[in-house]
């Protein structure tokens, strides 16, 4: 579900998911992340495409996106694309995209 409303998220945008420099994900499960990311990108992603903060942090709920965008997004240049997304219970689902201006 996750994947399907990220693809839609950025069709509405007119973005191809190979303009996306980094996708940070709700920091649930590994498998699930990359999973998603794979489903999104096309391929497995790397690190610096799906960056991962549960080995430090463990699964911190809703928070685990904004905490690895906190610990991942200096190195973007202007002009890179991304992705916030984040699930939960009841089949809910949100995202944001990011471009880095300056």
């Known amino acids: 579900m996750a994947s399907q409303h990220i693809l839609e998220h950025l069709s509405e945008k007119s973005i191809v998911p190979g303009d996306l420099k980094r996708l ?10 990359q999973a998603i990311a794979k489903n999104v990108l096309g391929h ?3 690190t610096d ?3 991962l903060v549960l080995e430090r942090y463990g699964n911190t709920g809703a928070s685990g996106v904004m905490i690895a965008f906190h ?14 997304c984040s ?3 009841g089949y809910t689902v949100g995202s ?4 880095k201006l300056s």
């Open 44 to 46: 497995d992603p790397d």
């Open 24 to 33: 940070w994900l709700h920091q649930a499960n590994i498998h699930m992340n």
């Open 96 to 99: 944001v995209l990011l471009e």
């Open 71 to 84: 610990r991942h997004h200096e190195d973007l240049n202007p002009g890179d694309l991304g992705v916030l």
């Open 49 to 51: 495409e799906l960056p």
């Open 87 to 89: 699930f939960g219970a």
